[in-house]
């Protein structure tokens, strides 16, 4: 703060400070407040908003408890998620490990601007071109077609396919660049030392590398799996009617039902059931939180 | 158990930059080797050939008496020691030194009882489960060596393991790995700048610069004849005498220089060198009010005399102002002179000698 002061003066201190405060307070915390508040009020006709029917209570959190359809969408929502987590890891480890201890250094601002350049375009461009991509007589179909790897068409679009396929293609750098880095810190005398004692590639990742880039992994994992989780676009777009993701539902309360409240209490629910399941997760593989920080 | 290493004219480019320019050596089984130079001379290079992380772009390199040419690091009959150690610090010291047996299939049981094993020899009981972020830096260099112990390797390669520590427990771990040497047989390649190091705990000592391999003997003789210039100034130190040489009678020579003409030992290659000069170690120097007739000498006023302790260090100005250096064993009578002080600096032929630079550098050859 200080440092602040001394290199903008008072003006512009107080200027950021105050355009901070108020992108904190009135863009974030005060719109999940008034949601919060309203998920526990019931979705009544205006009229009767502050009359004897408009009190608190766990209805609208109760609603999901008592509609097995949405808590069937909401497992497969963890499930899947954790597939997209899962396959960002594996396309992502090796990518990690080359960029940081086998690319020449000479050729890292080039791999990087490719795998950026693809970030450069709207999230909603990519996912129609996946949906383009992935059609029944679409380019992929046509490829694998045409070089002998199938001989019938596969229809990508149905089930979850076409939404794993979307949300790792969106997601998968947030895990590379915590994984790039957390391998990036490693010594590679230790790499050296495992091969010199005799240790097999495998071996040297498995016992010397992946630990090392444990917080690196929790921390991309923790990130994949919330965006996937919380993920509109790309199930929106992706999605067949057989593969509904709980965000949907969300949308579906408080755009098509107009009944925020229970929206409201639909999104807080997802918060805290992926809250929860990630804390289990990050016990099992005994990650800390203060790891992640690191 | 142990086995020779052998470098057959092995060299190491890096681009158009020769980092090893084609090194020879016989290295024998059992031998505790040192390759002692300046940092960027080689010789961390030559260790990393050895143990197969890097390939030589030239020669070959055989250890008892098979060709490593396309064996891979995790293959090799060798155990390096890094300079930083390279510890894995997210295992538990045992399991840091069961590494290798881990690698190689050895059960769970056995493995902890070889580490605690291996622990009692290098001095560390006790130590089996203690973190790396616990141990201390001997500690942990005891650690590295039972690590690399454990793979009972046929040759250890150790790049200046020592240079992290502090001046008294470098001296105490020299002896250490002396020992340690000794009881294990196996051969010891060690790489240093310190030639203190190299010097008290080898057997042979190689000295490098610039890519060449400058001379290959026991430390005594690296100190006592040094077969160029560079060996004889990077180990230990020399009074230099820049002149040229004049008549030449079987292995001595009159040597011109500006402060006088000198009789002289001639060493290899001196005699047809186009830049020879004269190299006087300081305790071969001696100060004198009155020099005997034909010997060799030259007048000097003291500068500085420093008190050592066992040896007195006298600085000395020649009529020309260079400073010459001499050194005298206190034996707790003579007299020390004082600054200001006019005397002769007198030095025997027998051990004065005229030496060639060293060999041409990597990159000038033709």
Known sequence: MNDLLRRYGPVLSILFAALTAFWLLALVVLPDLYLFENSFRPYLPISEVGGPKDFYSFDNYLTFFHSPIHIQVFVWTIVYSTVVTVLCFVIAYPLAYYLSKVARSNLLPTLFLLILVPLWVSEVLRSFAWFIILALKGPLNILLLGIGVIDQPIRWLTGFRGVIIGLVYTYVLFMLFPLYNAIQSLDTNQIEAAEDLGSPWWRTHWRVILPHAKPGIASGSVMVFMLSAGSILVPTLLASTSSRWFTEIIQQWMFESQDWNTGSAYAFMLLLLCTIFVSVVMRLFRVKLSDIAK | ?366
Not at chain 2, 156 to 182: F, G, N, T, V, Y
Not at chain 2, 211 to 235: E, H, K, M, T, W
């Open chain 2, 1 to 366: 158990m142990s086995a020779g290493v052998d470098l057959d004219n092995v060299c190491a480019d890096f681009g158009s930059f020769r980092a090893v320019d084609r090194v020879t050596v016989h290295i024998k089984p059992g031998e505790f080797f040192s390759f002692l130079g300046p940092s960027g001379c080689g010789k961390t290079t030559i260790l990393r050939m050895v143990s197969g992380f890097i390939r030589p772009s030239e020669g070959k390199i055989t250890i008892g008496g098979q060709d490593m040419r396309d064996i891979r690091p995790n293959q090799r009959p060798t155990a390096l020691i890094f300079q930083n150690l390279a510890l894995f610090p997210l295992m538990p010291v045992w399991e840091n030194i069961a590494f290798g047996l881990e690698v190689r299939g050895v059960d769970r049981k056995a493995r902890r009882d070889r580490a605690e094993e291996l622990l009692r020899l290098v001095d560390l009981p006790g130590a089996a489960d203690k973190t790396i972020g616990q141990l201390s830096g001997g500690q942990k260099q005891r650690v590295a060596i039972a690590r690399a112990l454990a793979v009972e390797p046929k040759v250890m390669l150790l790049d200046e393991p020592l240079s992290a520590l502090d001046l008294k427990l470098r001296q105490h771990m020299r002896a250490e790995l002396r020992a340690i040497q000794k009881r294990t047989n196996v051969t010891f390649i060690y790489i240093t700048h310190d030639q203190g190091e190299a010097l008290a705990m080898s057997d042979r000592v190689g000295v490098m610069s610039q890519g060449r391999l400058q001379q290959v003997s026991a430390p005594q003789d690296i100190y006592n004849q040094p077969v160029n210039g560079f060996v004889a100034s990077f180990v230990g130190e020399n009074n230099i005498f820049a002149g040229k040489i004049g008549n030449i009678s079987s292995n001595m020579a009159q040597f011109e220089t500006s402060v006088g003409t000198f009789k002289a030992t001639i060493g290899p290659d001196a005699g047809t060198a186009h830049n020879p000069k004269l190299y006087v170690r300081p305790e071969h120097a001696r100060l004198v009010a009155k020099p005997v007739n034909g010997e060799n000498a030259i007048a000097v006023e003291i500068a500085d005399v420093a008190f050592e302790g066992n040896f007195i260090s006298i600085q000395a100005r020649d009529a020309h102002g260079g400073i010459l250096v001499a050194e005298a064993r206190n034996d707790g009578q003579g007299s020390v002179p004082s600054p200001g002080e006019k005397l002769h600096m007198v030095f025997d032929a027998e051990r004065a000698v005229i030496l060639a630079d060293e060999t041409p550098a990597a990159n000038a050859t033709p």
